[in-house]
Nanobody
Framework: QVQLVESGGGLVQPGGSLRLSCVAS????????IGWFRQTEGKDRSFVAT???????????YYADSVKGRFTISRDNAKNTVSLQMNSLKPEDTAVYYC?????????????????????WGQGTQVTVSS
């Protein structure tokens, strides 16, 4: 049974930082896209960041424009984990953050930000940015 479990959410003041982690189990995620989406009440899940295998031991990262320069995604295939370092947080970053992985190694760049291309999801962790 595939399972993704997020941790690290919480309450932080504007300008602060948080680090989210996701541990995957049930299969190896090496070579498959794995990343983060977020969702606020009444809205669809939106893309935050993801990583894609580009050959050998190399992965590349993709970010939503709204988080570029502030968020950093990283993965550790040996531990089946993916992390999201979030700096310079803003109130509009408040959301439930979900870890997600795709079972397709062939997704192209334009397909990576689309939630429908991800097959496995965590339960989500709340991030609240407020003073």
């Amino acid at each position: 049974q595939v399972q993704l479990v997020e941790s690290g959410g919480g309450l932080v003041q504007p300008g602060g930082s948080l680090r989210l982690s996701c541990v995957a189990s049930g299969r190896t995620f090496s070579g498959y896209p794995i990343g983060w989406f977020r969702q606020t009440e009444g809205k669809d899940r939106s893309f935050v960041a993801t990583t894609r295998w580009i050959g050998g031991a190399a992965y590349t990262q993709y970010y939503a424009d709204s988080v570029k320069g502030r968020f950093t995604i990283s993965r550790d295939n040996a531990k089946n984990t993916v992390s999201l370092q979030m700096n310079s947080l803003k109130p509009e970053d408040t959301a439930v953050y979900y870890c997600a992985s795709s079972s397709s190694r062939g997704l192209i760049a334009g397909e990576l930000p689309k939630a429908r291309n991800y097959d496995y999801w965590g339960q989500g962790t709340q991030v609240t940015v407020s003073s």
